[in-house]
């Protein structure tokens, strides 16, 4: 799912406290320096909500707006225990914020709105001290309560600073006209969903769990927000993404585009459900892989990519929160949205974009790179899921880049002889001298020693069995998802339709529409069974 939102190796028992992604554009990476973020967030308290579990128990959830230096914002909801566990961690450290939380009701019923919002007020109290206080905000528990450097909320492009105002507007524009297929669907519309759970968050929108009324069939939801891509003039991104989904890519591993269609706010990408969680998630949860595991998912990412380059497509953002795990585990490849067109086998490209841990170093030193940066990027991923980590991590962003591009690969004895052989030529800062250069491309990934064991047609026929299950009991089960994106509450507007009028919209009608983003894929293309 596209996730709006990763340390020296092996240096943290904990990689959700560590590891972080970039706000949104390189540009604010270091402008804002951590020393200074008391100063450049407010947080607050503004709302709360009382939920159901499966359990039937009732409690209360506490929505904390988080306002970022750059002028965005994001919410998470806490418990109260969860605010109560970062009091009891900070209070002895800090004894100067004469922190106080509001207590526990002891009698009486602890879902009376007056008592909630009393709670609330008190709450909202709480975080202001901690972030008022310099030190504090960067205390691990803080920033991991605050999700500030949860992986979720961010990726970084300058891809716009290549336009000026006038080629921008006209991009906006130009997702207006282009077509998305032959085949429409100007009927389909929000609520012919019942829209279940929210599963992912992106740069202009969520994720959600749908089941469609009439067809009892689960999807995957892409909701964007049009206003959202206006405004940071990231329609060629959305076109991105929707030219090569509209190419109906038939390949076992990467998501298919069902429907698409809008309404006057919001476009929707009605995709593949699978529910085998991210690879981040998993590798959060063991820190590392078999090298025999990590083969085998690094061999079907490797047939997705090669795939892709065979369509003269660069992928340019692979990363474990972009490689998702079907019911069987195994891989689906989604997010499409920094996907690069039109680049022939010696061709190359020049835009800086992805995330940083996985950036190459042409892209950083801004040089024209080629398909090759994938197969870095695919090196980058091969090592985390065998060391944990990325190759050339820091918490600090510049120390970060300038190991990538000046610092030893370092590899330790405990992976084979081609484990270690094929990460030093995937990860080979000598774009020229790269693994999986030039027109072999993908043959020559496919030749190296390290995958030896694989039988690469049953791989794309998917019968070699996966090396590991996700155990699933269903298509309900949210085990392998985010639970801070599953307990969100679903938003009432995202099920609700337009005018028929304006469903029906032409390339003629003259409001701001994204005409032509309407699309069906032909059944028989319909993937992931």
Not at 245 to 260: D, R
């Given at each position: 799912?596209e ?10 028992s904990?990689?959700?406290l ?6 949104e554009?390189?540009?604010f ?9 008391s100063q450049q967030?407010?947080?607050?308290v503004p709302d709360?909500e009382?939920?159901s ?17 750059d002028?965005r914002?994001?919410f ?11 009091y009891e961690?900070?209070?002895?450290v800090?004894p100067?914020?004469?922190?106080k939380?509001?207590g526990k009701?002891r009698?009486?019923?602890n ?7 009393m709670?609330r ?12 206080h310099?030190?504090?905000i960067?205390?691990?528990?803080v920033r ?9 909320n961010?990726?970084?492009n ?10 921008a ?5 130009d997702?207006n006209r282009?077509?998305l297929g ?8 929000p ?9 992912g ?22 909701v ?5 891509i ?9 076109m991105?993404e929707?030219?090569?989904?509209l190419?109906?890519?038939?390949h ?6 069902h429907?698409?269609?809008q309404?006057r ?31 085998f ?6 047939s ?6 065979s ?5 340019r ?5 972009n ?8 891989v ?13 086998p010696?061709?190359?490209?020049s835009?800086?974009?992805?995330t940083?841990?996985y950036?190459?170093p042409?892209?950083l ?13 695919l ?6 899921m065998?060391?944990?980590l ?27 002889a081609?484990?270690?052989n ?19 491309d993908f ?5 190296h020693p390290?995958f ?12 070699i ?9 269903g ?5 392998h998802f ?11 507007s995202?099920g609700k ?16 529409a994204?005409?032509g983003?309407t ?11």
């Amino acid at each position: 799912m596209e996730t709006l939102n990763k340390v020296e190796c092996g240096a943290s028992s904990d990689k959700s406290l560590t590891r972080k992604r970039t706000l949104e554009n390189l540009k604010f990476v270091v402008v804002v320096p951590r020393k200074n973020m008391s100063q450049q967030i407010d947080v607050t308290v503004p709302d709360s909500e009382t939920l159901s579990s499966e359990k039937s128990k009732r409690f209360t959830v506490y929505k904390v707006l988080v306002n970022l230096p750059d002028g965005r914002s994001y919410f998470i909801f806490r418990r109260y225990n969860e605010f109560y566990n970062l009091y009891e961690k900070i209070k002895k450290v800090y004894p100067e914020l004469n922190i106080k939380l509001p207590g526990k009701r002891r009698l009486g019923n602890n879902f009376d709105p007056e008592f909630i919002k009393m709670r609330r007020e008190g709450l909202n109290e709480f975080t202001s001290k901690i972030i008022s206080h310099s030190n504090a905000i960067e205390h691990p528990d803080v920033r991991l309560f605050l999700s500030l450097d949860n992986p979720k909320n961010a990726q970084i492009n300058d891809e716009a600073e290549a336009f000026g105002a006038d080629e921008a507007d006209s991009l906006v524009k130009d997702i207006n006209r282009i077509d998305l297929g032959d085949s429409y669907n100007q009927k389909a519309k929000p609520s012919d969903f019942h829209f279940l759970k929210v599963i992912g968050k992106g740069s202009f929108g969520k994720v959600f769990l749908a089941k469609n009324k009439q067809e009892d069939q689960f999807y995957a939801i892409k909701v964007l927000n049009k206003a959202a891509i206006r405004k940071r003039n990231e329609a060629k991104h959305i076109m991105a993404e929707r030219n090569v989904l509209l190419m109906n890519v038939k390949h076992p591993f990467l998501v298919g585009l069902h429907y698409s269609f809008q309404t006057r706010d919001k476009l929707y990408f009605v995709l593949d459900y699978v529910n085998g969680g991210e690879l981040f998630f998993h590798l959060q949860k063991e820190r590392y892989f078999p090298e025999a595991r990590a083969r085998f998912y690094a061999a079907e990412i490797a047939s997705a990519i090669g795939y892709l380059h065979s369509l003269s497509i660069i992928y340019r953002d692979l990363k474990p929160e972009n490689i998702l795990l079907d019911h069987k585990g195994h891989v689906v490849l989604t997010d499409f949205g920094l996907c690069k067109e039109g680049i022939e086998p010696s061709g190359t490209t020049s835009t800086f974009c992805g995330t940083p841990e996985y950036l190459a170093p042409e892209v950083l030193r801004k040089q024209e790179y080629d398909k090759t940066v994938d197969w870095w990027c695919l090196g980058a991923v091969l090592y985390e899921m065998m060391y944990g980590l990325p190759p050339f991590y820091s918490r600090d962003t510049a120390e970060m880049y300038d190991n990538i591009l000046h610092k030893p690969l370092r590899l330790r004895t405990n992976i084979s002889a081609s484990a270690r052989n094929v990460l030093e030529g995937l990860l080979q800062k000598d774009r020229s001298k790269r693994l999986g250069v030039g027109e072999n491309d993908f043959e020559e990934i496919k030749n190296h020693p390290f995958f030896r064991s694989i039988d690469w047609q049953m791989l794309y026929d998917k019968k070699i069995d996966p090396p590991y299950n996700p155990n699933v009991t269903g298509q309900l089960d949210l085990r392998h998802f985010d639970p801070e994106f599953v307990r969100e509450p679903v938003p009432g507007s995202v099920g609700k339709s337009a005018d028929s009028a304006f469903l029906s919209a032409s390339v003629d009608d003259p409001d701001d529409a994204f005409v032509g983003f309407t699309y069906v894929a032909p059944m028989e293309e319909v993937l992931h069974e």
